[in-house]
C-alpha cells in the first residue's frame, strides 16, 4: 500500500489528531484466539522465502493457505485471473477465497488480507540494497497469520454448533504490494497497488454474494504498532471503524487502537469501497515519527520476524473476533 495526498495529511494530523487517555478496563468476555498458532502462521509463511509473485514461494505459500483452509473446514475457491503491472506487462493473479459458516449469500462478512510479498525494498537507504525482496513479516504475513488462526477457530465454531455460524468470507489477495517502484524511472502508471483485490470486485459483479462488511489486516503484528484510524475506512465504513475501536477498547487495547484519524492509504479496501461498495476497514500501522508514515521497517530488508510480537497478533485477533461473533 502507499499513502496519497500526503500534503492533506499534515491539515489531518493538526485538525484531528486527538489522544485518548481512558483507561484501559476490560469489559467484555474475551473471544477464543490463540496468538501462538498465528505467530506460528506467520512464522510458517516467513520461512518459505519472500513470497513474490511468480517466484517458487510463492506458490507454495498459495498452495500451503489452501491447503491450511481446507483442513481447517473451509471450502476454498481461487481466482486466476491477469493484470497489467507498472510496467504495462501482464501479470498472473492469484486470489484465495475461503467461505465459512452459513452458506446465505446475502449478508456475509469479509476479511482479509494480502499473501505475497514486495519485490523489492525500495524503502531502504542503500540504492544496491533497493533490489533485493522483502521477508513480509509484518507487510503481509502478519495479517495472514492472524487470519489463519482466525480460520481455525471458526473451523472449531462450525464444526461445534453444525454450521450455526453466519456466513463469512476470508480472502487472501494477491499482488497488493506490486506497485510502482520508487526507483522506477518509466512512465507512471494509475492504480499499480492492490492488483488481486481489484481483480476480485470485477469477479464479484457476476456473483450473488453480498456483504455487509469487511475488515483488512496490514501490518498487525509489530510489538510498538498502533493503529489510528484509516482515512478512507472513516469516509466509507465509519459505523464500522467505531464498533471496531469500541471493542478494542472493551477489551482493553486502545492503546494499539488509538483515537487518531490519519491519512488515507492506497490498501486492499480501497478497491473493495469504492469499486464494490462494501464498507470495508483497514487495521494497519502507522508511525508518525518516520518519514514514511510507515514504520522504520516498511519496504526494507528490516520487515523480518524480529518484529513481530505475540501480543499484538493477540490483540487484534480477539478484536476481529470479537466484533465477527
Ligand atoms: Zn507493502
Known sequence: MRYRFLPFCLIFLMSWGVACTKKNVPSVTRPDFSADSAYAFVARQVQMGPRVPGTTAHDECAIYLIQTLERMGASVEQQRGMMTNYEGKD??????????????????????????????SDEESEYERRFLPIDGANDGASGVGVLLEVARQLGIQQHDTAANIRGIDIIFFDCEDYGTPSFYT?????????????LWTDLLKYRRETYQFGILLDMVGAPDATFPKEYYSV??????????????????????????????????????NTLANIPCVDIIHYNRNTDTGFPFWWHTQQDNMQHIAVSTLQAVGEVVMKVIE
Open 186 to 198: 518509466g512512465q507512471e502508471r494509475q492504480d499499480t497497488w492492490c492488483l488481486g483485490s481489484q
Open 91 to 120: 501479470l498472473p493473479v492469484r486470489n484465495i477465497i475461503a467461505h465459512f459458516g452459513s452458506r446465505d449469500l446475502n449478508n456475509r462478512i469479509l476479511l482479509a488480507a494480502h499473501y505475497d510479498t514486495r519485490p523489492w
Open 235 to 272: 469516509q466509507y465504513a465509519h459505523n464500522y471503524v467505531e464498533l471496531i475501536w469500541k471493542t478494542a477498547q472493551q477489551l482493553g487495547y486502545s492503546h494499539l487502537f488509538v483515537q487518531q484519524k490519519e491519512y488515507p492509504i492506497v490498501d486492499d479496501h480501497y478497491y473493495i
